[in-house]
């Protein structure tokens, strides 16, 4: 009996965790000239075919998820999963988090990048922030924060 109590609080636990931000994203718009053209890769609008946003953890789906809710927006990936060949021609890290499945560029049509910053560095899921000057994107990962980290780790000119 409790083998058959645990198998059900399973589905329940991610249920009750996926229905706190899939209703918002689910609505979030994605009218307007600027996505218009843009393809659609596994739910996600991708800024060109050579974007993968189908290897992403459900850990940077529902960071995701919490953008487009916020902003009532899709999100457009600039980048997300990474092989080894497509990391090094990005000028990527070698402990890159892409290869990781484990980050994602994207901006949001409409929306500053300054706004998109200050809620990444108010979003408990964010664990790294990447900044690019002269880039209307930011880079989100979801590693772990450093321990006593409040807000993500960040770099390149956040």
């Known amino acids: 009996m409790n083998r058959l109590v645990a198998l059900a609080a399973v589905p329940l636990a ?3 965790v996926l229905t706190g931000c899939v209703p918002l994203a689910m609505f979030a718009s994605s009218s307007g ?4 053209g843009l393809k659609s890769d596994w739910g996600t609008y991708v800024a060109s075919r050579d974007v993968n946003a189908l290897c992403l953890t459900p850990k940077l789906r529902l960071a995701i998820w919490d953008f487009e809710g916020h902003f009532g927006r899709k999100v457009v990936m600039n980048s997300g999963f990474r092989d080894e060949s497509h990391n ?3 000028g990527g890290q070698d402990n890159s988090y892409h290869k990781k499945c484990m980050a994602a560029d994207f ?3 409409g929306v500053p990048k300054s706004e998109l910053i200050k809620f990444a ?5 964010v664990g790294g922030l990447g ?3 002269a ?3 930011i880079h989100v990962d979801v590693r772990d924060r450093p321990r006593g980290y409040r807000r993500p780790v ?3 000119g956040c």
């Open 135 to 137: 880039r209307d994107f």
């Open 131 to 133: 900044c690019y000057p």
């Open 88 to 90: 090094a021609a990005a």
């Open 107 to 109: 901006q949001i049509p």
């Open 14 to 16: 991610a249920a009750m």
């Open 154 to 156: 960040t770099f390149s």
């Open 121 to 125: 560095m108010s979003n408990d899921s």
């Open 33 to 36: 000239s600027a996505y218009r």
